[in-house]
């Protein structure tokens, strides 16, 4: 393995206050549950600043809520604050629940290959404080972006991945991200990553690929899709699953394209909306927006 590391990871908190917290709820829907958590929060003199819900059928079907508060002394707050929340929505209503203090930003890794439009947004993002994330590193299969990465103080990883046997550079990735990171990044990343390890790293990734697949599937997809005549170029980012590309969609968006667009020009334009469906899912990831549901999910954006 040939490693190369950088100056520590800067830090964004995309002006999060210091002392809000994000709570995220869901389970069966059921009469009462918003009382319950507004009840608990202003109990403890939280002042609650949104509240975003969804229920697929409120008869009876699922049940989601996305709150961020204001609490003054939150840290020391937070463990009498889960002890009624674990009576109210657990015991009582048997949900689930994640509280998280907003002032620590999620550490996310970025893998990469030799496309850097998608991951040279996101640092450029991060270091404009558009993404409230601490960049743990950059790992690549290829050193063409060792260079533009240390410009921005991120620390960058070398990790060769050639042929079919990848368990060894997976076992790199795995040191290098175990009990590091809170989300890994796929920026175009072109390597497919095993079950094994999608278990093992045991926290979510986020991939971005052009919306042609299931058709198009290969090299060249926007030459295949020019031959072809599309009419629209967009992309999709998802979280990513044992099933190849078929994980809980984040977001999707698409642009028009007509006859008179060459293959470059629909290259060109994929790329742009590659870049912008990926910052917004990450970003909507970063703040506890997405609530996975199955192979589905509910974004409060």
């Known amino acids: 393995m040939t490693l190369t590391q950088t100056a520590p990871a800067r830090t964004s908190t995309g002006g999060a206050t210091a002392q809000q917290a994000c709570l995220i709820v869901q389970g069966a829907d059921a009469t009462g549950i918003v009382a319950a958590v507004t009840s608990v929060l202003s109990g403890h003199g939280a002042n609650i600043v949104s509240l975003d819900q969804y229920s697929d059928n409120p008869q009876g079907g699922a049940f989601f809520q996305r709150t961020v508060f204001g609490l003054d002394s939150l840290q020391a707050q937070l463990p009498a604050l889960r002890a ?4 109210e929505l657990v015991d009582r209503f048997g949900l689930r629940y994640t509280l998280r203090d907003l002032s620590v930003p999620k550490r996310v890794a970025i893998f990469a290959s030799k496309s850097d439009h998608c991951l040279l947004d996101l640092l450029w993002r991060h270091r404009q404080g558009q993404l409230p994330v601490t960049v743990a590193m950059v790992i690549s299969n290829h050193p063409d972006v060792a260079e533009e990465v240390r410009s921005f103080g991120i620390p960058f990883f070398h990790v060769p991945c050639q042929g079919a046997d990848k368990s060894a550079a997976e076992a790199e990735h795995l040191r290098l991200l175990k009990g590091n990171v809170d ?3 796929l920026a175009r990343y072109m ?7 999608i278990e093992d790293v045991g926290v979510p990734i986020i991939n971005i690929h052009h919306s042609f697949l299931p058709a198009f599937i290969g090299a060249g997809p926007y030459a295949k899709a020019k031959e072809r005549g599309v009419k629209l170029v967009g992309a999709t980012a998802h979280y990513v699953t044992q099933d190849l590309d078929e994980g809980p969609i984040i977001e999707q968006d698409v642009v028009r394209v ?14 742009d909306v590659e870049r912008a469906v990926l910052s917004r899912a990450v970003l909507w ?4 927006r997405v609530i996975r549901d199955g ?6 954006a």
């Open 84 to 87: 009624d929340l674990d009576k």
């Open 183 to 185: 989300f890994v990044v």
């Open 191 to 197: 390597q497919i990553l095993s079950g094994a390890f």
């Open 258 to 271: 007509t006859h008179a667009h060459t293959a470059a020009d629909l290259t060109r334009r994929g790329a």
């Open 285 to 288: 990831h970063a703040e506890d």
């Open 295 to 300: 192979n589905h999910t509910i974004v409060f």
